[in-house]
């Protein structure tokens, strides 16, 4: 399960809106039956970082990245959890995979499309793209 801080909140039950409290919102959430679950910190302003909690009710792990300074950010979750699927799908073990699927995430953000007159998309499609012209 792969909440944000407000949907974390919707299922713990209680406002998350700082570390202390995506590790309670965590514990609370594994305890609804999930047998992992990444909290994501995307909301979080306190660290400055991409601070997400990872945990599978043995294994509680900060995992962080760099925030990076981007308006355009629509399909970050939809993107998120594709990445974590497929790295399942590989046979990587769960916290394997989404480390990957974040640090995937993060490449995503960095080479977000902007387009419109709104919020972009991230690029999924970022590996792809042609770095040498």
Do not use: Q
């Amino acid at each position: 399960m792969t909440p944000n801080l407000p949907e974390a909140a919707g299922l713990a039950g209680f406002e998350v809106r700082t570390r202390e409290d995506m590790k309670r919102a965590a514990e609370a959430i594994l305890g609804l039956g999930a047998r992992s679950v990444l909290v994501k910190g995307g909301h979080l302003e306190e660290t400055g970082r991409a601070s997400d909690l990872y945990f599978d009710g043995e294994c509680m792990e900060w995992l962080e990245a760099e925030r990076i300074d981007t308006p355009h950010t629509h399909g970050t979750g939809c993107v998120l959890s594709a990445a974590i699927t497929a790295h399942l799908a590989r046979g990587a073990e769960t916290l394997e995979a989404v480390t990957k699927g974040k640090e995937f995430v993060t490449e995503a953000i960095r080479n977000a499309i902007s387009i419109g007159g709104g919020i972009g998309p991230v690029n999924p499609m970022w590996s792809l793209l042609d770095r040498t012209g």
